[in-house]
C-alpha cells in the first residue's frame, strides 16, 4: 500500500518533544505516511499571524486532509484568538470526538469501569461567540441550532458507534426549558436512531444525565451533545477517567481532520523529558484508523496498554506501589516500541477491525419538505430606563400601546423572559432591556406584512425610542415558531 | 419570641409523606411557625390552571413571603408549564443555593471529603426561554446576561460565603469563548471579590472547572455560576456527593424564598411509607436559618447528622454493612425526634450563629456612570437558500452589497458566526440563517443613524429579500459592543 501525505505541527512547549515521541512510535509500528511539516502557535502568532497559523500552511491542510497537531501557547495580550477556532471554522470540522477510558488499577481513577466517547457539536450553540450589547445593563449571545448541523452529528454518532461495535448512543439535551433550540436537536435524534436499530438509543436531560455520567458513567457509551455541553461534559469525562493528560480526541471535517491532545502545551514541563506523550499518540491512534491503517493503530495501542500495564509509567501517571519505573519521554515512546507485537493481559486488548476507517462519503443531510412560513408579527427590543428596577411597565406599556396601529398591535411587554405588561406582577425586576411584541390586529398568527413592521419601527423612530433589534415572528406550516 | 408565619404546600407523590416527617421534626425541635397551607401540583393543574398554583396561593406567598414546598408531578400532555418556573419568574428568585456534602462513611460516596455549595443564577442566561425559528434550518435562543442580574448573584454568593463562614468564593464561566456576556459576569465576580477581603477569590473556565470538580470537589467551596452552569454542575455536585436524594436547596428573591428537596415527586414510591425525607428537611433547615431561628435548625440538623451516624437509614442510603436499620418515613422522621439535643460524633456537628440569617435588605446593585452609548452600524438577517451548503457566499455578497448607499455599507456577511464575505473559503458549509454587517461608509465605528438603517431595511424588503431579525452595533466610551 502507498504511503498516506498527513501534515504534522510540532507546536509550544511540551509539544515538540512529545510529537516526537508520538512519530517515533508510529514510525516502528510501520505507519505509511508521508509527513508534511508546518509551523503553528506563538512563533507564528508573533509574526504577525493572528491566528496562530501562516497563510501557506492551509494549502497543506487542504492536500493532506489529515492534520495531526501538538499542543500550542498562545501569547499573552490582546489580538491574538484561538488557533482551534480558526481552523474549526475554516475547515468545517464539525465532531469533536473524544474517547475517554479507564485504565484501573494502573492509572488512578474512581471510576475503574469507563469507556465513554463524547461526540460533540463544534460549529454551532453559544460558541459561534455572535455577541451585542445594546444598552447599559444587558449582553447577549446567540444560541444558534440547525438543523443540518444537527443532523450531521447525530449521524456521525450513530457511524461511530456502527463502525466501532458500540452498543449505545445517548443524546444530553435541555429541551424542558430550550424546547426550540435543544428541541430540535432532540428531535433530529428521534428521527434518526431507528435508522441504526442495532443500536440502543436514549436521552437525558443534561443536568441529570451528567450526574449520572460524572457518578456512574459506566453505564454510558457514546453520549452525543452541543457544542457547550459537549465541552463541559468531554472535559469532566476525561478527567474522572484519569487524567485530561491521557486523552487524544479528532476534530472531523467533510474534507479534513485534526487529531491532537486535549492538554495544553505545560510550557514549564518543556525541555525536561518529562511529558506524557500519551494525550497526542492516541490522537494519532485515532488518525490511523481514521486513514485506514487500522493495523498499525491496532499494533501501537496494544503495545501503548502493555506498557500502562507493565507499570512503566511518566511522572503524571506515576504511583509508589501500582508503578514500576518512572521514565521521561523518549523513554516512554522506547518501552511502547519494545512492546510492538504484544497485548495487554489485564487491560481489554485493542481490535480495530478493516471497516472502522471512516467513508469518504459526505454525512447525509436530508432534505425535509419545505414549510409553508408565514410572517404574524414582530418583537421589537428598546433600551430604555427610567431609573427603577421596578414597577415601571405599566407605564411604558401605556405609552408603546399608542405606536399600535396599521394591522399591528401591542400584545405584550417582556424583560429578560417575564411578561411584564399586560397584567404584570409589581414585584419583578427589570432591567433596561424590554421586548415589545407586536401581532396582527384580528390576532395572534393572522398574517402581517415586511411594510407594516417598517411602518410600525418607523413609529418607533419618529417617537425618539432607542429600538436596539427586531426579531420577526413567524408560523410553520400553521404552527407557532416563537417562544412565549 | 412570636411565630413566623410560613406558607407549606405538600404536593404529589411522596409530597405528602415526606412534609409530614419533616414538620413533625421542626415542630418537636420547637420551631416557631404559623403554617398556612396551600394547595399546588397535578389537582390545580388538573383544575385548569396552566402553571399548576391557584390564583389565590400568590397572596398567600406575598404575605408570608416564606415557602416550604413539596415536591409536585407535572400531569402528561401538553399545556401544563412549570410550577417551579413560575414561582421563580414571578416574585423574582434570583438565587438557586444548593449545599452538597457528603456523608462519608454513612452513605456511599466516591468523594469522602465534600462540602460544596452551588450559587445558581436563577433568571437570566439562555433560561429565560427567548426562542424564534425564522428559517426552515435554524433555531435561535437568546442568552442575556445583565449587569444588576450579575451583580445581584455574585454578592448574593459573597454573602452568603461570610455568614457562613466560607472561605472561598470560585466563579465558573466561558469567557475565552463568550467574552462579552460571560465576561460580563465574570468582570462584575472581579469587582465584587475585592470587598469581601477575608474570602479568597478564583475563578475556572467551566469546562475545566466542572471536570475538576468532579474529580475532586473537596478543592472548592461556594461557587457561583450564570443559570446553565448552575443548573449542570449542582445536579452533579449532588450527585456524586451521595445522592440528589439527599440535598435541600433554596430559591432566594428579594422579597420571597422557597425552600425545597431538589429530587421529584417519585409517584412510584408514594403511600408506602417509603420515602427518604432528608432533602426536603434539609430545605427546612435551610429555611429555619434564613426566618432567623438559627437554635432550631441546628438542634434537628445535628439530630438529623447523628440519625446518619446511627446507621438508621431510608431504604435509598441503606447498605448492608455500614446501616445498623432500615427504617420507613415516619420511623426515620421519629429517630430524629428522638435525637434532639444530640450532635454526631465522627461528621462534623453544624452551628449556625445568630447572625446567619439573611438581612432584610435588598440586594445592592450598583449605579455604574452612564457610558456614551453611539450608534455604529447593523447586523441584518435573512433567511436565504439557494440549494446548496456550499459556495453561495460570492453570488450572495455581489446582489447585497447593491443595498449598500445612504452611508451604510456591507462590510461582511457570515454563517452561524463564521465570515463568509469577502473572502470566504469555498469548502464553509452554510446553513439558509445570513448575517450582512452595514457600517458607516466613512468606515467602522464612525456614527449612523436609526433613520438610516430603516432606509436600509427597506431597500431590502422593496427587493423582496426575507429580513428575519436585526441587531444594532454600538459603540459604549469608543469601545465596540459587539463580536467579530
Not at 135 to 140: A, C, G, L, M, S
Not at 343 to 362: C, G, H, I, M, R
Not at 371 to 400: M, N, R
Request: hydrophobic share 40%; with cysteine; glycine share 8%.
Amino acid at each position: 500500500m502507498s504511503n498516506v501525505p498527513i501534515t504534522v505541527a510540532h507546536g509550544d512547549g511540551i509539544g515538540p518533544e512529545i510529537m516526537a515521541a508520538t512519530l517515533h512510535i508510529l514510525k516502528e509500528a510501520g505507519a505509511r505516511l508521508d509527513i508534511e511539516t508546518i509551523e503553528i502557535g506563538e512563533k507564528v502568532y508573533l509574526a504577525g499571524n493572528p491566528a496562530g497559523i501562516a497563510p501557506e500552511s492551509w494549502a497543506s491542510l487542504r492536500r493532506t486532509k489529515v492534520f495531526l497537531k501538538a499542543p500550542i501557547t498562545t501569547p499573552q495580550g490582546g489580538g491574538f484568538s484561538s488557533l482551534n477556532v480558526a481552523v474549526r471554522k475554516t475547515l468545517g470540522l464539525y465532531a469533536n470526538v473524544r474517547p475517554c477510558v479507564s485504565y484501573h488499577p494502573f492509572v488512578s481513577t474512581k471510576h475503574p469501569v469507563m469507556d465513554v466517547v463524547i461526540v460533540r457539536e463544534n460549529e454551532e450553540d453559544t460558541y459561534a461567540g455572535i455577541e451585542y450589547r445594546q444598552t447599559q445593563q444587558v449582553e447577549e449571545c446567540l444560541k444558534l441550532i440547525s438543523r443540518p448541523g444537527s443532523e450531521k452529528i447525530v449521524r456521525y454518532a450513530f457511524e461511530y458507534a456502527r463502525r466501532f461495535n458500540r452498543k449505545k448512543v445517548t443524546c444530553f439535551i435541555k429541551d424542558n426549558i430550550m424546547k426550540r433550540t435543544d428541541g430540535l436537536f432532540h428531535r433530529i435524534f428521534d428521527e434518526i436512531a431507528p435508522e441504526y436499530p442495532e443500536i440502543e438509543a436514549d436521552h437525558w436531560i443534561v443536568d441529570i444525565g451528567s450526574a449520572k455520567m460524572a457518578d456512574t458513567p459506566e453505564n454510558f457509551d457514546v453520549i452525543v451533545m452541543p457544542n457547550l455541553y459537549g465541552d463541559v461534559l468531554s472535559d469532566v469525562a476525561a478527567q474522572i477517567a484519569g487524567s485530561v493528560g491521557l486523552a487524544g480526541s479528532s476534530n472531523i471535517g467533510e474534507k479534513v481532520a485534526m487529531f491532537e491532545a486535549i492538554h495544553g502545551s505545560a510550557p514549564r514541563r518543556a525541555g525536561q523529558n518529562l511529558a506524557n506523550p500519551s494525550g497526542l499518540f492516541l490522537g494519532a491512534v485515532l488518525m490511523l484508523v481514521h486513514i485506514n491503517q487500522p493495523d498499525i493503530a491496532e499494533l501501537a495501542h496494544n503495545a501503548w496498554l502493555k506498557t500502562l500495564e507493565d507499570g512503566v509509567h511518566t511522572y503524571d501517571m506515576f504511583k509508589e506501589g501500582t508503578s514500576k519505573q518512572k521514565v521521561g519521554t523518549k523513554e516512554f515512546a522506547d518501552a511502547v516500541v519494545a512492546r510492538l507485537g504484544q497485548k495487554p493481559q489485564t487491560l481489554k486488548p485493542v481490535s480495530y477491525a478493516a471497516n472502522t476507517a471512516e467513508t469518504d462519503a459526505k454525512p447525509i443531510v436530508s432534505t425535509p419538505a419545505h414549510q409553508t412560513k408565514e410572517l404574524v408579527g414582530v418583537d421589537v427590543f428598546l433600551d430604555w430606563w427610567k431609573g427603577s428596577f421596578y414597577g415601571v411597565a405599566d407605564d411604558l406599556g401605556t405609552h408603546i400601546a399608542d405606536l399600535s396601529g396599521n394591522n399591528l398591535y401591542l400584545q405584550s411587554i417582556a424583560n429578560r423572559g417575564v411578561k411584564v405588561y399586560p397584567d404584570g406582577q409589581p414585584d419583578t425586576f427589570t432591567v433596561d432591556h424590554w421586548r415589545f411584541r407586536f401581532v396582527a390586529e384580528k390576532g395572534e398568527g393572522e398574517p402581517v406584512t415586511a411594510r407594516q413592521i417598517l411602518a410600525l419601527l418607523e413609529r418607533f423612530v419618529v417617537r425618539g425610542y432607542d429600538v436596539i433589534k427586531t426579531e420577526n415572528l413567524y408560523n410553520f406550516d400553521g404552527a407557532k415558531g416563537y417562544s412565549a
